[in-house]
């Protein structure tokens, strides 16, 4: 295929608001370093990361220019963001396989290894380096996954990034048959993958969402739904669940301790209703309790979830779609919170 030297998408020029985000159409396009190949991206998901990347609230300081990326490390401006990336090998680096141009792949998002180099510490995709918002991009070819299957490029898009953080925290947290799962936050991306694939697990999942959301919840394969205002002991008792997948902090976080088995086990990869709790140390320690916070995958979660994806285990939940150009409406309405699944740009 031929490579343009230059190509669209969409820059973040600083932190604030919508304005931030640029559509360019002489963007350098990428090109494939050792290990690396070079894929045209067909489909990118929208997600929370993008936005407090934007917004800088990941900062723990001062929110200036220079604000931290999700790791501490300032962000290098202008940025390709998108974590979220369904797209086709078109090139590849050397010591990589040619055979592999041509494949449909979706990118991990966590990435161990960048230029050519095994990281000390992993890299967010479209933080440390550019992501998906453009024609093509770049990266590790160990990142890139093959898979085979019937879906479309936005539902595939609709993957990576959701799926893979809620599957690392059932898999951190040891979600076995038997199980109960209390999921918050449940009707957004990562919260209505925890419930497939917990169920998928032989766990038994509670999750909590708005009612007008609730009928939906239940079809995907939670067992019972409370609304975000109820009292979570009261309604399912003390000591009552085994693990807890949060990813809402905020104000009724102490409850979630109060609701969780002596020995249960609470991850936590999103803060949406407010980053500082309080807790009650004597909670934790009588209860023996275990904390997983959750950002960088095990090694084996990827394949893992490619393989539910292509046997069919777990379906994608694409709630709207809009082309890349319209990148600020997109993110308005995940801002909105109306919507259950995911919002992908299309980037073809």
């Given at each position: 295929?031929?490579?343009?030297?230059?190509?669209?998408?969409?820059?973040?020029?600083?932190?604030?608001?919508?304005?931030?985000?640029?559509?360019?159409?002489?963007?350098d396009?990428?090109?494939?370093?050792?290990?690396?190949?070079?894929?045209?991206?067909?489909?990118?998901?929208?997600?929370?990361t993008?936005?407090?990347?934007?917004?800088?609230?990941?900062s723990?300081?001062?929110?200036?220019?220079?604000?931290?990326?999700?790791?501490?490390v300032?962000?290098?401006?202008?940025?390709?963001?998108?974590?979220?990336?369904?797209?086709t090998?078109?090139?590849?680096?050397?010591?990589?396989?040619p055979?592999?141009?041509?494949?449909?792949?979706?990118?991990?998002?966590?990435?161990?290894?960048?230029?050519?180099?095994?990281?000390?510490?992993?890299?967010?995709?479209?933080?440390?380096?550019?992501?998906?918002?453009?024609?093509?991009?770049?990266?590790?070819s160990?990142?890139a996954?093959?898979?085979?299957?019937?879906?479309?490029?936005?539902?595939?898009?609709?993957?990576?990034?959701?799926?893979?953080?809620?599957?690392?925290?059932?898999?951190?947290?040891?979600?076995?048959?038997?199980?109960?799962?209390?999921?918050?936050g449940?009707?957004?991306?990562v919260g209505?993958?925890?419930i497939?694939?917990?169920?998928?697990?032989?766990?038994?999942?509670i999750?909590?969402t708005?009612p007008?959301k609730?009928?939906?919840?239940?079809?995907?394969?939670?067992?019972?739904?409370?609304?975000?205002?109820?009292?979570?002991?009261?309604?399912?008792?003390?000591?009552?669940?085994?693990?807890?997948i949060?990813?809402?902090a905020?104000?009724?976080?102490?409850?979630?301790?109060?609701?969780?088995?002596?020995?249960?086990?609470?991850?936590?990869?999103?803060?949406?209703?407010?980053?500082?709790?309080?807790?009650?140390v004597?909670?934790?320690?009588?209860?023996?309790l275990?904390?997983?916070?959750?950002t960088?995958?095990?090694?084996?979660?990827?394949g893992?979830?490619?393989?539910?994806?292509?046997?069919?285990?777990?379906?994608?939940?694409?709630?709207e779609?809009?082309?890349?150009?319209?990148?600020?409406?997109?993110?308005?309405?995940f801002?909105?919170?109306?919507?259950?699944?995911?919002?992908?740009l299309?980037?073809?």
């Amino acid at each position: 295929m031929f490579v343009p030297e230059k190509m669209h998408g969409v820059v973040l020029t600083g932190h604030g608001g919508p304005e931030m985000l640029q559509w360019r159409e002489n963007l350098d396009t990428p090109r494939p370093g050792p290990g690396d190949v070079l894929i045209r991206v067909l489909a990118a998901g929208v997600n929370n990361t993008d936005v407090n990347t934007r917004i800088g609230w990941y900062s723990k300081g001062d929110n200036d220019a220079e604000d931290a990326a999700w790791t501490g490390v300032a962000l290098k401006l202008p940025l390709v963001q998108g974590a979220d990336v369904c797209g086709t090998v078109i090139a590849v680096g050397a010591g990589v396989d040619p055979a592999r141009i041509g494949e449909r792949v979706i990118i991990e998002p966590c990435l161990r290894e960048a230029d050519g180099t095994d990281l000390v510490s992993p890299w967010y995709f479209g933080s440390e380096c550019n992501g998906g918002f453009a024609q093509f991009t770049k990266v590790a070819s160990r990142h890139a996954q093959a898979i085979s299957c019937d879906l479309t490029d936005a539902e595939l898009a609709s993957f990576p990034c959701s799926y893979s953080t809620a599957e690392n925290m059932l898999e951190r947290t040891g979600v076995k048959a038997g199980d109960t799962v209390f999921v918050t936050g449940a009707s957004g991306g990562v919260g209505s993958a925890a419930i497939q694939l917990a169920k998928a697990r032989g766990a038994t999942v509670i999750a909590v969402t708005s009612p007008s959301k609730s009928g939906a919840l239940l079809e995907l394969g939670a067992t019972r739904t409370l609304d975000r205002d109820a009292d979570y002991a009261g309604e399912l008792g003390m000591n009552s669940v085994d693990v807890v997948i949060d990813l809402v902090a905020g104000g009724k976080w102490p409850s979630l301790l109060d609701i969780l088995k002596p020995g249960g086990r609470y991850a936590v990869s999103g803060a949406i209703g407010g980053p500082m709790v309080e807790l009650d140390v004597r909670t934790l320690y009588l209860k023996d309790l275990s904390f997983f916070g959750c950002t960088v995958l095990e090694p084996q979660v990827f394949g893992n979830l490619v393989t539910r994806i292509e046997r069919g285990e777990i379906k994608p939940l694409v709630a709207e779609t809009y082309p890349l150009r319209e990148i600020a409406t997109a993110q308005d309405a995940f801002g909105k919170k109306g919507h259950i699944g995911k919002i992908v740009l299309t980037v073809s």
